[in-house]
């Protein structure tokens, strides 16, 4: 079989509107340049789109017209590097996507040790914050949780005794392990996070994992975040109001 034939058989294994980068069609580092004026006649005939320099996608056609990817799915291939995750989306899109507040943002937010992300295609604008900890593809769901909890004051449009509840059914989905690690990682993140989350964990008496997050607080430190016991019984414990 030709290049060109692998390719294109490749390509209608992809989902519509899903996006995709060279790494996704498996090719050889020789091979590059072919695939790569294999990839412009495609888009000539109108069987992918471009979004930008080396991403790509299988447009989706309704009876409406044609569909342009969502926007996580133009966002995904600037999370990786080489294979690996080095960024995750915060800020207000995930917290309308965990259903804690529907305002949806103008500028999304991408969290990274490893890179500095900015993204301008169209409707889609993406700005830099940076991680507490190096993101892979283990601890990004831990990170998204942590973040939840640094913003939780300031999400707007949140009712918070459903946000509590949300929080702690995202932390009883976790395994031991996952707990343990979410515990020290939040050790990198402000005082105010490891006191709602060691009362969080407290309140679903997962009380093995809380010391570290105590003895890293000091006594005297009180948390203003407008959580009262009868939102979160144990906030008193953890000094938080």
């Known amino acids: 079989m030709n290049l060109s034939k692998k390719i294109e058989q490749q390509i209608n294994l ?3 509107g899903n996006t995709f980068t060279y790494k996704d069609l498996n090719i050889k580092k020789e091979e590059y340049s072919t695939v790569a004026k294999i990839v412009e006649r495609l888009i000539k ?5 471009r979004i930008s320099t080396g991403i790509f996608y299988k447009p989706k056609k309704t009876v409406f017209g044609e569909l342009n ?3 996580e799915q133009i966002i995904t291939p600037y999370l990786y590097k080489n294979g690996k995750r080095i960024a995750y989306i915060t800020g207000l899109l995930l917290y309308n996507k965990m259903g804690l507040t529907t305002q949806i943002p103008k500028t999304i937010s991408i969290a990274s040790t490893k890179k500095r992300i900015y993204i301008n295609k169209g409707n889609i604008k993406a700005s830099a914050v940076r991680s507490y900890v190096e993101v892979t593809d283990e601890n990004y769901k831990l990170l998204e949780l942590l973040d939840v909890i640094k913003d939780f004051k300031k999400i707007p449009n949140l009712d918070k005794k459903s946000g509590i509840k949300i929080l702690q059914n995202k932390i009883l989905e976790l395994n ?3 707990r343990k690690k979410l515990v020290k990682i939040a050790l990198e993140y402000p005082p105010r996070v490891r006191a709602l989350l060691g009362a969080l964990l407290e309140n679903i008496e997962n009380k093995t994992n809380i010391k570290s997050l105590k ?3 000091n006594p005297l430190s009180e948390y203003n975040l407008g959580i009262t016991k009868d939102i979160l019984s144990t ?3 953890w000094n938080i109001k």
Request: proline share 5%; aromatic share 4%; net charge neutral.
């Open 69 to 71: 990817p969502d926007e």
């Open 215 to 217: 003895e890293s607080l």
């Open 45 to 49: 005939k109108g069987i992918i789109k």
């Open 235 to 237: 906030a008193e414990k």
């Open 176 to 178: 031991n392990k996952q």
């Open 14 to 16: 992809f989902e519509k």
